[in-house]
């Protein structure tokens, strides 16, 4: 069965500080990870893609198939990356039900 | 582009009512997904509607249903309600079906409450 674990339920950091959020799966199959952010007030939205490989707002995730994790690192925090982080999987079934971690909400410290 | 709605935005129900949620996607998109938050669980996937068909469900009792119109509106109900029923209801809309090439738009949801 499909599980994403986000260990932490908060993190504190101080602005210009390098962050990591912490995303671990557990999936028989080859996963689609996703990360999604839910700014104060705001919807939840879809941060970055795996399969994009992309960077956004500075952030970026690496797939690690060894450790089964999508960490997601910035190399310098911000204050208005403070937010709530979701770890999403998908199993590639071609349905768009996504698994979820159960979040980690990101404090930037001025 | 107007983004994705949901109504009503709050509900408070009883045990036993049944409910209906309401959302329409972003103009366009054909696929709607819903989705349970509660503070234990987090994040559960529901279901997913992708041409007025159920394409996916979720692990949850057929208390729990769903239907999508020819508009791709979508509404989902649930019936003999429970206290652990009480959650925040996520709607999502997509172009199509398929999580890992299509984006998912998500609703400001529904904060159902079930005494």
């Known amino acids: 069965a499909q599980r994403v674990t986000q260990p932490e339920k908060l993190l504190s950091v101080f602005k210009g500080a390098p962050v990591e959020l912490k995303c671990n799966y557990s999936?028989?199959?080859?996963?689609?990870l996703f990360w999604y952010v839910q700014y104060s007030r705001q919807r939840l939205q879809l941060l970055l893609r795996h399969i994009s490989r992309e960077s956004i707002k500075g952030f970026t995730a690496d797939l690690n198939k060894g450790e089964t994790s999508f960490h997601l690192k910035k190399p310098f925090a911000q204050e208005e990356d403070s937010a709530m982080y979701y770890c999403a999987l998908s199993d590639q079934t071609g349905a768009n039900n996504l698994f979820f971690g159960t979040g980690t909400r990101l404090t930037v410290i001025p | 582009k107007a983004g994705v709605t949901q109504t009503p935005r709050y509900l408070i129900k009883t045990r036993g009512q049944q409910v209906t949620l309401s959302c329409s996607p972003i103009?366009?998109?054909?696929?709607v997904s819903w989705y349970q938050q509660t503070p234990g669980q987090g994040l559960q996937f529901l279901f997913e509607?992708?041409?007025?068909?159920?394409?996916n469900k979720g692990n949850f009792p057929g208390r729990f249903s769903g239907r999508q119109f020819s508009n791709s509106r979508s509404e989902m109900n649930v019936s003999t309600l429970e206290l652990g029923d009480s959650a925040l209801y996520l709607c999502?809309?997509?172009?199509?079906?398929?999580?890992?090439?299509?984006?998912?738009?998500f609703g400001p949801g529904t904060r159902l409450t079930v005494l």
């Open positions: 999936y028989s199959g080859s996963p689609e």
């Open positions: 509607y992708f041409s007025e068909t159920q394409r």
């Open positions: 999502a809309s997509s172009l199509t079906w398929g999580a890992v090439y299509n984006e998912q738009f």
């Open positions: 103009s366009g998109h054909r696929s």
